[in-house]
């Protein structure tokens, strides 16, 4: 029996990446999970490796009409849920001057309204006592440049944690967040050219105070934490990012 026999668990975005961590470490520990995401062929090769105690279920977050069949899939796979993790989400790297609408709406789209939503969604198939985890970013306190549309999203889902947390405290229900900081999951060369990834990497590594990013693991660990064992805990954003935001 793992430490998380008996839960049941629904990762946005969990395909890849931080999110696939997440599900790694839960599946490893005795959880089953169901992991969404936009790319089928992400989520078969994530399915593959994560065996028979995952589920997929393909679907865009920022649409809600998937959200209402992801709400229906989940209640029919496992009636209640135990955490949920509201991980899915997009970067773009474009200069403030560059910015265009159609960016803009589709960085608050998935990464914002997707997370409302989503946790809209969701919370009724919560049992007492489940946690909330949302993704947020370093982003959302350390002014960078290139991702202004990003991080004002981020931010965003900062406040959202606080307010749901308060929200849905009566069902006893805890909303935090994890907010890492630079981890190798990927996402830099989805967003630009390799050769402006690989710069960019050099240079947040640098800068960060441990010298190094940080992998989806280090970060699931966290996110595990704050659903499962920060029973006294909710409203929080705990920074899983080298010390980049604190130090």
Do not use: C
């Not at 977050?61 to 135990?82: I, M, P, Q």
């Not at 709406?105 to 006592?129: C, H, R, W």
């Amino acid at each position: 029996m793992g430490e998380y026999s008996g839960k049941n668990v629904v990762i946005t975005g969990g395909g890849s990446g931080i999110g696939f961590g997440i599900a790694q470490l839960l599946v490893d520990r005795g959880a089953r999970v169901l992991i969404t995401g936009r790319s089928q062929a992400t989520l078969d090769a994530a399915r593959e490796r994560l065996g028979e105690s995952a589920v997929t279920v393909r679907g865009d977050v920022a649409a809600l009409s998937d959200l209402d069949a992801l709400a229906d899939r989940a209640r029919g796979e496992f009636g209640t849920l135990h955490a949920l993790f509201v991980n899915a989400g997009i970067v773009r790297n474009v200069p403030f001057e560059s910015m265009t609408e159609q960016v803009y709406d589709e960085l608050f789209e998935i990464n914002v309204k997707g997370a409302y939503f989503t946790v809209q969604k969701l919370a009724p198939l919560l049992s007492t006592n489940a946690g909330i985890v949302l993704t947020t970013s370093v982003a959302n306190v350390i002014g960078m440049p290139a991702i202004s549309a990003y991080a004002a999203g981020k931010a965003a889902l900062r406040s959202m944690a606080r307010s749901l947390a308060r929200e849905l405290l009566p069902r006893g229900i805890r909303v935090n967040a994890v907010s890492p900081g630079p981890v190798e999951t990927g996402i830099l060369a989805n967003a630009m050219t390799e050769e402006a990834a690989e710069q960019l990497r050099t240079q947040l590594a640098a800068d960060n105070p441990m010298g190094r990013f940080g992998t989806p693991e280090e970060v699931a660990r966290a996110a595990a934490f704050l659903a499962f064992d920060a029973t006294y805990t909710t409203g929080a954003e705990l920074a899983v990012d080298g010390g980049v935001s604190q130090l």
